[in-house]
């Protein structure tokens, strides 16, 4: 039996269950990082929530571990690539706090639709106001739901009891689910302007942060209401704050901010806004859950049984050939989801060279968990990503051949009217994007692209470079590939940080530009 290393509180149950598996619960709490890397050298197990930092330099002091655990669903905390290098698992609790999170947005929807906590501090503080607080029902309103992952099907599903009119806007789910769930899918705009309220349930990354901008509330509906119990920064508070006091939106619900914790938002002196200090997961029962998922992930990790929770793969499990592939075939998946601009109907993955019948199988896991890296709050892993392609309605088609015309491995995803290859090359065995759309192209992938379709003609690339240049962007690596007919050409960019929205709109309206795309990691 093992010791499992807990630095932070965890729900009694889940430290009985260990110990009843006959593992050592070792509880050291408030660990400097210097005492958790001390402390961590002969753990078999570490547990941790959120304030506990697990660096390389940690999983290096515990030579014996074999699994990290997060007690609940975030993992910025935790180095998964060196933990995956060093072939220890990282497991998380992704569904322990969901139904508290979806709670916790009908609870702020109610409440700012009755004007709950106004009309509760006005009584309290001895004024009887049953005309100032009046409210609105639910029922009959068309709810906008942002997102359909767990926490916003939840929601959607809580929200038709009351008897509303549910749209949606997720690119990662089928038209299909979506009717099976009683919600209409339109794009975001379209939702602004004809939802009554607007729930939002996105993950924050850099497609997401600041989403919900001053532009999208100027084209929503009038007297819009909005929830947000996703993630601070998906909605810009200073934005928000204007649309309420010009009266395009009439009032908000928010559990979450940009910069927590926080005690000051130009959001908390409009008293048409109700806000809670990031309580989607604080109920007892999430605690709980969290406590005890991690617990019963923890010991099946350390018996080797399957563990249905794992965010990685440990390194041991792949074989030499596939594993230098797997984060090219991770960032092919990012790639193809941004071009598509959501999830196609079918995703064709061709293994060519000496990958085939290689245990491919871990690359399209790979792929998947590119192609979902934006589409969901909890982290993707290499458990979930098939449960979700399935959820979303996804076919997947595999095949492999041994011939490679121009490269010695190749990998190469077909969905919709795109296409993305790409290829180790080189000593050091570096990725490579080789083809784009079926131009023919060679840059390395980063964590910032931009792919430009245009007439295959003179200044167009000076053109490009010019709008980027006035926007303060810099271009670190650049391809260009035409066509097979000649007429169009596609530029293929490495920028050195996010483009600008508004640079984004003059390369769209730029004459001799058909089409713009960003790839965001």
Not at 65 to 92: F, H, K, W
């Amino acid at each position: 039996m093992g010791r499992v290393l807990v630095t932070e509180k965890l729900a009694q149950p889940g430290l009985e269950l260990m110990a009843e598996a006959g593992h050592q619960v070792d509880v050291q709490l408030g660990l400097s990082p210097e005492e958790l890397t001390a402390a961590i050298v002969g753990a078999d197990a570490l547990i941790i929530r959120s304030a506990t930092t697990v660096t390389a330099e940690v999983l290096a002091a515990g030579t014996d571990l074999v699994v990290v655990g997060r007690a609940g669903i975030g993992l910025d905390n935790v180095d998964v690539a060196a933990a995956t290098e060093r072939g220890v698992m990282v497991v998380n609790a992704p569904q322990s706090n969901i139904l508290s999170a979806a709670e916790q947005a009908m609870a702020l929807l109610l409440a700012q639709a009755r004007n709950i906590p106004q009309a509760h501090a006005a009584l309290v503080a001895g004024k009887w106001e049953r005309s100032k607080w009046e409210g609105v029902e639910l029922h009959g309103k068309t709810l906008g739901v942002i997102g359909l992952g767990r926490v916003g099907a939840l929601v959607a599903q809580r929200a038709l009891a009351f008897g509303m009119h549910l749209v949606a806007y997720d690119p990662f789910v089928s038209v299909d689910r979506a009717k099976h769930m009683g919600v209409e899918l339109m794009d975001l705009e379209d939702l602004m302007a004809t939802s009554d309220f607007v729930t939002v349930h996105l993950p924050k990354n850099a497609e997401t942060l600041g989403l919900i901008g001053k532009d999208l509330l100027a084209k929503s509906k009038p007297g819009l209401r909005l929830i947000n119990t996703a993630r601070g920064g998906i909605v810009d508070e200073e934005a928000l704050a204007e649309a309420i006091r010009s009266g395009q939106v009439q009032g908000a619900g928010l559990d979450v901010f940009a910069k927590e914790p926080t005690t000051e938002s130009p959001l908390f002196e409009l008293p048409s806004v109700v806000v809670a200090p990031h309580l989607g997961a604080s109920t007892a029962e999430a605690q709980d859950k969290a406590g005890l998922t991690i617990a019963e992930q923890v010991i099946l990790a350390l018996n080797g049984d399957f563990v249905p929770f794992a965010v990685n793969v440990a390194a041991t499990d792949v074989s030499e050939t596939v594993r230098p592939f797997m984060g090219l075939a991770e960032q092919l998946g990012k790639i193809v989801s941004c071009l598509n601009d959501g999830l196609p109907n079918v995703l064709e993955i061709e293994y060519q060279g000496g990958l085939a019948g290689a245990g491919t199988g871990i690359l399209t896991l790979s792929v998947l968990k590119g192609l979902f890296a934006a589409a969901t709050e909890e982290p993707v892993s290499y458990v979930n990503a098939p449960q979700m392609a399935a959820e979303r309605g996804l076919e997947v088609r595999e095949t492999s051949t041994v011939t490679a015309h121009d490269f010695v491995n190749l990998i190469t995803l077909r969905s919709g009217d795109h296409a993305v290859a790409g290829t180790l090359s080189g000593p050091r065995s570096e990725p490579r994007l080789v083809m784009v759309d079926d131009h023919t192209v060679e840059v390395p992938p980063a964590p910032h692209m931009v792919v430009v379709r245009n007439d295959d003609r003179a200044g167009m690339i000076g053109a490009v470079g010019t709008i980027l240049g006035d926007a303060q962007v810099s271009i670190s690596s650049m391809a260009v590939g035409p066509s097979a007919t000649g007429h169009t050409a596609l530029m293929v960019l490495s920028t050195d940080r996010v483009v600008p929205a508004a640079a984004l709109e003059e390369l769209r309206s730029t004459p001799g530009i058909s089409d713009v795309h960003t790839v965001e990691s």
